[in-house]
């Protein structure tokens, strides 16, 4: 199953940047090709996201649903008739200003078009790290994301 890991520092203690990463309108902002989303619940969601390569544009329709375990980790999963995406966040604060964030996301395509689609999703998720790190930095001190 294909991952994507990497170690984050949020400007912030642990409080704020918790209640950040349990933000569902956050999330589905820091997932490359969301084109729309329905929040169910405090903790569910329907995400449209758009992948495309060249010329293959596919649509996919996830079922989203995070959990979080207070102060300390967020995981989540979205799950798609095409791809399944499951994730989490351990919390490390390291002092009252900075947190340490280790990001761990893995996805496996599913079905006939399994290998193409581990192939768009990778390469959407290339940049996600820094990306993702980039976003939560600019909500966290309040500013516009850049990119």
């Known amino acids: 199953m294909p991952t994507v890991a990497a170690t984050l520092n949020a400007p912030g203690g642990s409080a704020p940047v ?3 990463l349990t933000d569902p309108d956050f999330l589905a ?3 490359p090709g969301v084109i ?3 929040n169910l619940s405090p903790t569910k969601a329907i995400w449209k996201v758009e992948v495309k390569q060249g010329l293959i544009r596919r649509e996919l329709t996830f ?4 959990i979080a375990t207070p102060s300390e980790k967020v995981t989540f ?3 798609a008739k095409e791809v399944r995406i499951d994730g989490s966040m351990q919390l490390q604060p390291q002092d009252a200003s900075h947190t340490r964030v280790e ?3 893995t996805y496996e395509g599913q079905g006939p078009l399994r290998y193409i689609i581990n192939n768009l999703v990778a390469k959407s998720m290339q940049q996600y790290p820094a990306e993702f790190e980039a976003k939560l ?3 966290l001190s309040g500013a516009s994301p850049t990119g």
């Open 77 to 79: 999963s979205a799950v």
């Open 137 to 139: 930095a600019a909500r």
């Open 36 to 38: 729309s989303m329905q």
């Open 103 to 105: 990001l761990h996301l």
């Open 29 to 31: 902002a820091t997932i």
């Open 18 to 20: 918790f209640q950040v």
């Open 63 to 66: 079922d989203v649903e995070h």
